[in-house]
């Protein structure tokens, strides 16, 4: 089945502590995204990569870094500069140029930062 | 920037039709993009819109007005199951990345 998988579905680290989400995707999609959400909010941009090897900040970039060494994954790191880390993070995909822009979710994942 | 408006909270009856309102202030607009998402769930696409008009999909439609920067969803024949929240999202930039509202809170009720 193809599809995004983020890994773990619910994190706990300790204030201070860097972390590093998962996120791989095997729909073959070239572009690839990073979003915050708390609660009762909408998803923030954090980051976003349209090719190998390249990504570029999105709204919310401080705090965070990300990679993308391989087309089928981009991990995004919560370093200890971010203030208030605490949120639910969904990685997304889209297939460059899709007439619709429509962009597929992971099940996303909980960190809290006690 | 981009900024979106949308009502915080709507209440409906299961049969029933309801209409999600999303205004936008934005530059190099493409399009404008509705999701679903469930309490705790991912969201799921629902309809996009890159010229005026409706566009209709089963029980969805979405409308777009370029010229109002407004666009709406409706949803007819409501059921339990479209309690969700719902987000409307701008297109924008080299990558057509999406700017997202706050969502509306959508509750039907039996």
């Known amino acids: 089945d193809g599809g995004i998988t983020q890994s773990p579905k619910y994190l706990f680290r300790k204030e201070g502590q860097n972390v590093t989400l998962s996120c791989e995707q095997n729909?073959?999609?070239?572009?690839m995204y990073w979003y915050r959400q708390d609660p009762g909010q909408g998803l923030r941009l954090i980051y976003y990569s349209q090719i190998v090897n390249d990504f570029q900040k999105g709204d919310i970039a401080e705090g965070y870094s990300v990679s993308r060494e391989k087309k089928e994954s981009f991990p995004l790191t919560v370093t200890s500069a971010q203030k208030n880390p605490t949120a639910f993070y969904l990685c997304?995909?889209?297939?460059?140029?899709?007439?619709?822009?429509?962009?597929?979710f992971g099940p996303g994942t909980r960190l809290t930062v006690l | 920037g981009q900024s979106l408006e949308q009502p915080s909270e709507v209440t409906a009856v299961e049969g029933a039709i309801v209409q999600m309102n999303c205004t936008y202030q934005?530059?190099?607009?493409?399009?404008l993009s509705w999701y679903q998402q469930h309490d705790g769930g991912a969201p799921t696409f629902l309809s996009y819109?890159?010229?005026?008009g409706l566009e209709e999909t089963g029980r969805f439609s979405s409308f777009l007005s370029r010229s109002d920067s407004y666009g709406y969803l409706l949803l007819q024949e409501l059921q339990m199951k479209d309690s969700a929240s719902y987000f409307c999202?701008?297109?924008?930039?080299?990558?057509?990345?999406?700017?997202f509202g706050s969502g509306t809170q959508l509750t039907v009720l039996p």
């Open positions: 997304a995909s889209s297939l460059a140029g899709a007439p619709n822009n429509e962009q597929f």
């Open positions: 729909l073959n999609h070239d572009a």
């Open positions: 934005t530059s190099g607009f493409y399009g």
């Open positions: 999202a701008v297109s924008t930039g080299s990558a057509r990345q999406l700017t």
């Open positions: 819109n890159a010229l005026d």
